[in-house]
């Protein structure tokens, strides 16, 4: 199965704010890298798939970058509303695994 | 619009079974499958398996190769995930999301979870 590492775990943050999270791949992905965030007692929801595609209705200040293992999210001004835990998934093989979370909170 | 409706909240006790329902509407049911993930409370998310709602081919996660069956019935459009022997670990909100499972898409429409509490 292909291991899906984030970093970092948690992030403190601030309104305004820009903001990035890694995910690494314990082997290429060709691409296939989806990002969801998740706020509590609520289902993910995708945010960016195909490691950089923003998924409709998602704002722009949220952008995905990277190739081959290495991907990164990146929330360009943070919004209260962004405060939530962020999963990156790897949508190349199955298993379908998901990295462990990053949890952004207020600073 | 696309929407994946759960059955209600479950408490087993251990060695028992559960099926959750996961019923969906405003897209063609037999051009995407279903896959299932759970989380454990305080947890991230653990990918289950994935049924295609075209023929009923069945991937699932090896830790759960066993104790977990995954079926779907057409003329409702509804996906159902069934898991036997339960043990208090299975305990976990449990999630169905809609995907392809041969063009590689994501997860792009999720049911709202269904907790499942396993508990003498």
């Known amino acids: 199965a292909i291991r899906m590492t984030q970093s970092p775990s948690s992030l403190s943050a601030s309104t305004g704010d820009r903001v990035t999270i890694t995910c690494r791949a314990s082997q290429g992905v060709n691409n296939y890298l989806a990002w969801y965030q998740q706020k509590p007692g609520k289902a993910p929801k995708l945010l960016i798939y195909a490691a950089s595609t923003l998924q409709g209705g998602v704002p722009s200040r949220f952008s995905g970058s990277g190739s081959g293992t290495d991907f990164t999210l990146t929330i360009s001004r943070l919004q209260p509303e962004d405060f939530a835990t962020y999963y990156c998934q790897q949508h190349y093989l199955y298993p379908r695994t998901f990295g462990q979370g990053t949890k952004v909170e207020i600073k | 619009q696309v929407q994946l409706v759960q059955s209600g909240d479950e408490v087993k006790k251990p060695g028992a079974s559960v099926k959750v329902s996961c019923k969906t509407s405003g897209y063609t049911f037999s051009s995407y499958g279903i896959s299932w993930v759970r989380q454990a409370p305080g947890q991230g998310l653990e990918w289950m398996g994935w049924i295609s709602a075209y023929n009923g081919n069945t991937v699932y996660a090896e830790r759960l190769q066993g104790r977990v069956t995954m079926t779907r019935d057409t003329s409702t459009s509804t996906a159902y995930m069934e898991v036997r022997s339960l043990r208090s670990d299975d305990t976990a909100v449990y999630y169905c999301?809609?995907?392809?499972?041969?063009?590689?898409?994501?997860?792009?429409?999720w049911g709202q979870g269904t907790l499942v509490t396993v508990s003498s």
């Open positions: 999301a809609r995907h392809s499972g041969i063009n590689r898409t994501p997860f792009d429409y």
